[in-house]
């Protein structure tokens, strides 16, 4: 099969890894791919969201499968396009990818089929949010609509700071057409749980849980970025949580979009925070998460393809879905700077790697014949073993094999992990 696969980072990268597994995986191209990815795949270069490109690109190279890696182009409707031009597509339809694309729709869908989230008000007048502002619970959370790459949530402990972040959505525009519409909504506390899941709309699979590292320095302090490292599974996502979650959150979920005439086809990632009073939905999206995808897949038994198939065909419940009973941590090593300025084009030294090591790329570029740094998350470093602490001890130790200049990374990723697990 010649497979397409759209995106260009260390979620891709970890993906077309993943699918290279199955010999059926005869010819993989990336759209646009990157420098490392350029080991495992094709790289055709241009851009994730270009629709027409990619439908040119699947025509040109006879694609017998595409998947839809990043929210951009899902929620752009993307699959719908290459669908109707007969292409199958792992991802979900723009109906459907709407879940990540409009807090205002995710919100509505949860409150509607009484599904656990934050209570919330959406706002499409600054007034009005301003006036709401005024008298709500502190802290509160204020959220811009639609995407915004990663940063159009903001946590407010006082009502000057909800009111600013209220006016650089709404009427600053700093999130453009994403923050014409706000949801304000309750803060709540608890341990965060990512879970990824196989849904073909009918059927779902969670994958294995993990952890996402946000924050840019150790101890969970400093900025927010796209995600610093990540562990699998997570140890505050237990057996109970896990069957709770299942009949409170993920039936109800797909159920909700299915009746909605909506069915969820793809990845379905949950956001979960484990709430004192229950697990509640922090987000959806509607793809793979980066870096979770960096932990998950490597812990994935058997085909990616196989179920990526099922998926897009509808007979996931006759496919098999496992997971090794091993963990997994990941390692992002970043530009230093990194999610604000940083330098690039720092040339990169890669190790050879065993069979429980990975590295992904994710910023980097070739460059007369040598892979250079080209991004502010440049690469993970991931690594899979019995038990969490030696993954997270595998993992730094591959990380400490990679040498580019200006490279930092969290050296205490999976360490709030380990203590969950000590602790409890
Ligand atoms: P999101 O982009 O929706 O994943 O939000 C980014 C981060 O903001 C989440 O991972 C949480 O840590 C935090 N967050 C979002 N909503 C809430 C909430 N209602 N209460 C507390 N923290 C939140
Ligand atoms: N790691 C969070 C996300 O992919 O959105």
Redesign the pocket.
């Known amino acids: 099969m010649k497979i397409l696969v759209i995106g260009g980072g260390g979620r891709e990268h970890a993906i077309i890894q993943k699918l290279r597994e199955d010999p059926r995986a005869e010819t993989i191209y990336a759209l646009p791919g990157n420098g490392g990815i350029a080991a495992d795949a094709i790289c055709l270069g241009g851009s994730a969201t270009d629709i027409p490109g990619a439908l040119a690109a699947a025509k040109q190279y006879a694609v017998d499968f595409v998947v839809v890696a990043p929210d951009d182009p899902l929620v752009l409707g993307m699959a719908d396009a290459l669908e109707a031009e007969g292409f199958p597509c792992f991802g979900p339809r723009k109906n459907a990818a709407i879940l990540e694309g409009s807090?205002a729709f995710s919100k509505d869908l949860m409150k509607k089929y009484n599904i656990p989230?934050?209570a919330?008000e959406t706002f499409s007048d600054p007034e009005k949010a301003l006036a709401y502002v005024d008298a709500c619970p502190l802290?509160t959370?204020v959220?811009a609509d639609g995407l915004?790459l990663?940063?159009?949530?903001l946590?407010c402990e006082t009502r000057e700071a909800a009111k600013n972040a209220v006016r650089s959505m709404m009427e600053d525009k700093i999130f453009g057409e994403s923050g014409a519409k706000v949801v304000i909504?309750?803060?709540?506390?608890g341990p965060?749980v990512s879970v990824l899941s196989f849904t073909d709309g009918e059927t779902i699979v969670p994958m294995v849980s993990s952890m996402?590292h946000?924050r840019a320095l150790d101890g969970d302090q400093g900025l927010?970025t796209g995600g610093m490292g990540t562990v699998a599974p997570n140890p505050y996502y237990t057996a109970a949580v896990a069957a709770e979650c299942m009949e409170t959150i993920f039936l109800p979920t797909i159920r909700a979009m299915k009746a909605e005439g909506r069915p969820f086809r793809g990845c379905l990632y949950f956001?979960l925070?484990l709430t004192p009073d229950g697990p509640?939905v922090?987000?959806y999206?509607c793809r793979f998460g980066d870096p979770e995808t960096q932990v998950v897949l490597p812990l994935l038994e058997g085909s990616l393809l196989e179920i990526m198939l099922a998926v897009s065909q509808g007979r996931l419940a006759e496919t098999e879905v496992r997971f090794s009973g091993k963990s997994a941590c990941c390692v992002i090593l970043a530009s230093k700077g990194y999610p604000q300025k940083y330098d690039k084009g720092f040339p990169i030294t890669l190790p050879e790697t065993s069979e429980n090591e990975h590295i992904y790329i994710a910023g980097a570029a070739e460059k007369n014949r040598q892979l250079v740094t080209s991004g502010g998350r440049v690469l993970g470093a991931a690594a899979v073993a019995e038990g969490l602490e030696k993954a997270v001890e595998a993992a730094y130790a591959l990380a400490d094999r990679i040498h580019f200049d200006n490279a930092y990374c969290r050296r205490d990723i999976g360490r709030r992990a380990l203590e969950a697990r000590d602790n409890g």
């Open positions: 807090k989230t934050a919330y802290p959370v959220k915004a990663g940063k159009g949530v946590i909504e309750e803060f709540l506390t965060e996402d946000k927010n956001g925070m509640k922090i987000e999206n």
